[in-house]
């Protein structure tokens, strides 16, 4: 296959003449090259509102805490700013003027993508809407989509992809989910060659080493979900992006999937623009051969899997030893003879007479049955002894049976009762666990909610939450709820509350509600327990009590909330009685016994008091696993490194746990 030879650049920002005088050097010297793509502000110079960001930061939120140095640029007042301009006022750009006019021809054919709406709308007013061509030798790619050029397929994302993905926006120069469901697809059965974007991908930094900008305060951070999840899908051989300062990595694996069992490595590279002022590479030269094969020892671990897989790691953990702990509980507590084995398991408490005349029979019978209330008669002297070894549950009168055998069979009787019911128990717990949503050892939990684990609780967010960052504080034992826990566990718990309430508060300005319900189900089965965590605005933090009391439903229920003074009122005034419990701002807890379960009553308190009624059903806020797994991901990023700050985790690298 033949080797191609490729200039990308950076920001152009309109500095056509700069842009091609270097291409023109470098194709001299080191070419012939074929092709020149660019990525990044095609035709204006970069200002503060082209800025779309590197991170996953919701536009939206006032409490933003951008690291400039983290993204394109820092800001700065631009009352000659581009995008503010009507397309009418626009006129074509002098340094393309004599190419457009074929004065001139450009070195290479040039393909670009946008970048801000001021380059949406230059591409309106003076781009080919049927070919893309701005002038002879210069084409726009598009929007978004796959291109084969010169025998390559080459993927693009023009214009900014926002967080959360958009589902439709007026802004031209915004990615919406239909054209990245659409690429996605697109690329389903193509090798895709080279990705352009302005944007980086989320996490693209985890598992690099060295040569990560020192500057770079939360590098962990920078980029966009939705790119990755285009990165993740196309694997490109080859994803080239753009920011203030050049960067290359050093080729990562991509994850096979079931259409594509071995998926090339890829190289990322972001490009500096053309006009920086520490002289940044903005040019970068390649000569790509498809089936040249990267050099293993360079190539670094997936970085989009680290720490979901560490999160599944820690669940499939928990799976085993669940599976492991239930198996060894049965055979560490095993005293009997070595005839007993996982027969036993299945036959305990059969009461029926035994008339067996072979002597395999009664051997086998013999085996199964610990429990047998009956007269065993047996032809064979030889079998009768290894009877009265074999059933530990004898009450009769047996043919062969001394007094130590009897001895013997009234002490295995108490052994193997107790033995019976902790093996129903575990069997008992394993199949609840096993089928808990809740339960780390079952094979329902979600673990794309999991936001981090904790020694005794874990964090997680629901599903069908009512407002941004509700979540759970979940037991890690299959636990019916607050007051069942141990003292240990109890203090996790309260640990993981207080550093809740210390983050909402410093982060957004936010008090937190907590409440429990512990309602009875009708088939008796123990829920799991856990805690609802609701931030709400510290102006509202005084009335979260009284709107309790006062709530319509609280009377209807005739409830009555009580304080509950000291963590040793739990069991005295709540043990075996269904309650809801509530954790208020100011680190108060009220109660109030129920009679009449309602799963839904804290919910329903909580989105009157923030005026919120259409969260009322859950159903009505449920959210797709890609948009749960987003905000998953930003929430944990922001929260992991201040959780590992007030608990540090056990390992030495400790800064990439964090991501």
């Keep these: 296959m033949e080797t191609h030879k490729i200039l990308v650049c950076g920001d152009i920002g309109g500095s056509f003449n700069t842009l091609f005088?270097?291409?023109?050097?470098?194709?001299?010297?080191?070419?012939?090259?074929?092709?020149?793509?660019?990525?990044?502000?095609?035709?204006?110079?970069?200002?503060?509102?082209?800025?779309?960001?590197?991170?996953?930061?919701?536009?939206?939120?006032?409490?933003?805490?951008?690291?400039?140095?983290?993204?394109?640029?820092?800001?700065?007042?631009?009352?000659?700013?581009?995008?503010?301009?009507?397309?009418?006022?626009?006129?074509?750009?002098?340094?393309?003027?004599?190419?457009?006019?074929?004065?001139?021809?450009?070195?290479?054919?040039t393909y670009f993508i946008a970048y801000s709406q001021s380059d949406f709308k230059y591409i309106k007013r003076f781009v080919d809407k049927e070919t893309g061509e701005l002038c002879n030798g210069i084409t726009y790619l598009g929007k978004s989509g796959i291109k084969n050029i010169s025998n390559l397929n080459i993927a693009y994302l023009s214009g900014k992809?926002?967080?959360?993905?958009?589902?439709?926006?007026?802004?031209?120069?915004?990615?919406?989910?239909?054209?990245?469901?659409?690429?996605?697809?697109?690329?389903?059965?193509?090798?895709?060659?080279?990705?352009?974007?302005?944007?980086?991908?989320?996490?693209?930094?985890?598992?690099?080493?060295?040569?990560?900008?020192?500057?770079?305060?939360?590098?962990?951070?920078?980029?966009?979900?939705?790119v990755k999840l285009v990165s993740q899908a196309l694997t490109p051989a080859y994803h080239f992006s753009k920011n203030s300062f050049y960067f290359q990595r050093a080729p990562y694996y991509n994850t096979p999937t079931l259409k594509n069992q071995n998926p090339q490595p890829t190289r990322f590279l972001s490009l500096a623009p053309i006009n920086n002022d520490k002289k940044e590479k903005?040019?970068?030269?390649?000569?790509?051969?498809?089936?040249?094969?990267?050099?293993?020892?360079?190539?670094?671990?997936?970085?989009?899997?680290?720490?979901?897989?560490?999160?599944?790691?820690?669940?499939?953990?928990?799976?085993?030893?669940?599976?492991?702990?239930?198996t060894n509980f049965f055979f560490n507590n095993t005293n009997s003879n070595n005839n007993f084995n996982n027969r036993n398991i299945n036959n305990n408490y059969n009461n029926y007479n035994n008339n067996n005349n072979n002597n395999n029979n009664n051997n086998n019978n013999n085996n199964n049955n610990n429990n047998n209330n009956n007269n065993n008669n047996n032809n064979n002297n030889n079998n009768n002894n290894n009877n009265n070894n074999n059933n530990n549950n004898n009450n009769n009168n047996n043919n062969n049976n001394n007094n130590n055998n009897n001895n013997n069979n009234n002490n295995n009787n108490n052994?193997?009762?107790?033995?019976?019911?902790?093996?129903?128990?575990?069997?008992?717990?394993?199949?609840?666990?096993?089928?808990?949503?809740?339960?780390?050892?079952?094979?329902?939990?979600?673990?794309?909610?999991?936001?981090?684990?904790?020694?005794?609780?874990?964090?997680?967010?629901?599903?069908?939450?009512?407002?941004?960052?509700?979540?759970?504080i979940v037991f890690t034992e299959h636990k019916p709820n607050f007051i069942s826990l141990s003292e240990d566990e109890r203090k996790d718990v309260n640990l993981m509350i207080d550093y809740l309430r210390e983050y909402f508060l410093d982060k957004f300005n936010q008090d937190i509600v907590l409440f429990e319900r512990n309602i009875n189900t009708k088939g008796g089965t123990d829920l799991h327990g856990h805690l609802q965590v609701i931030?709400?605005?510290?102006?509202?933090?005084?009335?979260?009590?009284?709107?309790?009391?006062?709530?319509?439903?609280?009377?209807?229920?005739?409830?009555?909330?009580?304080?509950?003074?000291?963590?040793?009122?739990?069991?005295?005034?709540?043990?075996?009685?269904?309650?809801?419990?509530?954790?208020?701002?100011?680190?108060?807890?009220?109660?109030?016994?129920?009679?009449?379960?309602?799963?839904?009553?804290?919910?329903?308190?909580?989105?009157?008091?923030?005026?919120?009624?259409?969260?009322?059903?859950?159903?009505?806020?449920?959210?797709?696993?890609?948009?749960?797994?987003?905000?998953?991901?930003?929430?944990?990023?922001?929260f992991q490194p201040f959780y590992d700050k007030k608990q540090p985790i056990e390992d030495s690298d400790s800064e990439d746990n964090t991501q």
């Excluded at 790691?313 to 239930?326: A, I, L, M």
């Excluded at 128990?425 to 339960?439: A, L, N, T, V, Y």
Aim: proline share 6%.
């Design 21 to 109: 005088k270097r291409v023109s050097t470098v194709n001299k010297s080191n070419g012939p090259f074929s092709l020149l793509l660019c990525v990044g502000s095609f035709f204006e110079p970069f200002s503060a509102s082209t800025n779309i960001g590197n991170e996953n930061n919701n536009n939206n939120n006032n409490n933003n805490n951008n690291n400039s140095n983290d993204t394109d640029e820092k800001e700065e007042n631009n009352d000659n700013n581009p995008d503010n301009k009507d397309e009418k006022e626009l006129t074509f750009p002098k340094e393309l003027q004599s190419y457009k006019d074929g004065i001139e021809g450009v070195p290479l054919p």
């Design 161 to 226: 992809v926002d967080y959360p993905i958009k589902i439709q926006s007026n802004e031209e120069n915004t990615i919406i989910k239909s054209e990245i469901d659409n690429i996605i697809k697109e690329g389903e059965d193509k090798r895709i060659d080279i990705l352009l974007s302005n944007q980086w991908s989320r996490g693209v930094l985890n598992n690099v080493t060295s040569g990560i900008p020192t500057f770079l305060k939360t590098p962990y951070k920078i980029g966009i979900d939705g």
């Design 282 to 326: 903005y040019l970068f030269a390649m000569s790509y051969n498809p089936n040249k094969e990267i050099n293993k020892d360079d190539i670094t671990p997936n970085p989009f899997e680290k720490k979901q897989k560490e999160l599944d790691e820690h669940v499939s953990k928990k799976q085993r030893n669940s599976d492991e702990q239930s």
């Design 415 to 472: 052994n193997n009762n107790k033995r019976v019911n902790n093996q129903q128990q575990i069997q008992k717990q394993k199949r609840q666990d096993q089928s808990c949503w809740f339960c780390l050892s079952s094979p329902e939990v979600d673990s794309h909610l999991i936001v981090t684990i904790g020694n005794e609780c874990y964090l997680a967010f629901p599903k069908g939450g009512m407002v941004e960052n509700n979540l759970l």
């Design 535 to 638: 931030p709400i605005p510290k102006e509202l933090s005084s009335t979260v009590k009284q709107s309790f009391i006062d709530h319509p439903l609280t009377k209807k229920y005739n409830m009555e909330f009580n304080d509950l003074k000291n963590d040793e009122n739990y069991e005295h005034e709540l043990k075996d009685k269904q309650y809801y419990l509530v954790f208020l701002p100011n680190g108060e807890k009220i109660y109030s016994v129920i009679s009449k379960p309602d799963f839904q009553y804290g919910r329903k308190v909580m989105v009157d008091l923030l005026g919120i009624p259409e969260k009322l059903n859950w159903k009505d806020c449920l959210k797709t696993k890609e948009i749960e797994t987003s905000d998953t991901l930003k929430f944990r990023d922001e």
